[in-house]
């Protein structure tokens, strides 16, 4: 799987605000390590996100999700993955993709910008080797409000996963195959050691 990271810490750059509420109090903050069968509207007709959210939110995950949704990609999203890739327009005709907002649990990493950055870069290490050639991970590291129990500031990880296929239901099992994958690297983290 190609892998790709950054940090967006700037001054225009977006804050991850939790909890969160939408513009018109439709779809607000839901936490799922306290109810993990709480709908999820953007991840209803897309069981394996469903999947990817309880499993990171479970007790035992050194994350929880704040936010998420998937998309089919355009033509514009899919040209420069092709390239990077190296597939042909054939072989490329769709994409799908999905985003999904990440915490992590242990406080000394959300509040250190170094060591979650020590973190994301093992997590690209280790997407590397995994068998996915049609398949793109990115991770963003941006800053983060968090108020469950009280005011904290720290940082998010954004994870995207994108990927191409032939037609859209193609594009779609190759989308599921390298999320799956890389929510088991993140719940693996613990086992492999956190800085």
């Known amino acids: 799987m190609l892998t790709d990271w950054s940090i967006e810490c ?10 969160w509420q939408a513009e018109g109090g439709a779809y607000p903050f839901v936490d799922l390590r306290l109810d993990p069968d709480a709908e999820v509207p953007e ?22 999700t704040a936010k998420c949704d998937t998309w089919a990609m355009t033509e514009e999203e899919i040209h420069p993955l092709r390239l990077e890739l190296d597939f042909t327009e054939e072989d ?5 993709a999905s985003y999904i907002d990440l915490l992590f649990r242990d406080r000394a990493i959300f509040a250190s910008m170094h ?25 963003t590291l941006r ?12 940082f998010a990880t954004t994870l995207y996963i994108k990927a191409i296929g032939a037609d859209a239901g193609d594009a779609w099992q190759h989308w599921s195959r390298a999320l799956s994958a890389a929510v088991a690297i993140f719940r693996n983290l613990e086992a492999a050691g956190t800085p």
Do not use: C
Request: no cysteine.
């Open 143 to 154: 800053p983060a409000l968090l108020d469950l129990t009280g005011p904290q500031e720290g």
């Open 43 to 64: 991840a209803e007709t897309h069981p394996p996100l469903m999947q990817a959210l309880r499993s990171l939110n479970a007790a035992r995950s050194p994350v929880f």
């Open 115 to 139: 060591r979650q950055q020590q973190v994301v870069q093992r997590i690209a290490r280790y997407a590397e080797k995994v068998d996915a050639p049609n398949a793109v991970l990115e991770l």
């Open 92 to 96: 490329s005709a769709a994409g799908f």
């Open 10 to 19: 700037g001054s225009d750059d977006p804050v991850l605000v939790v909890p």
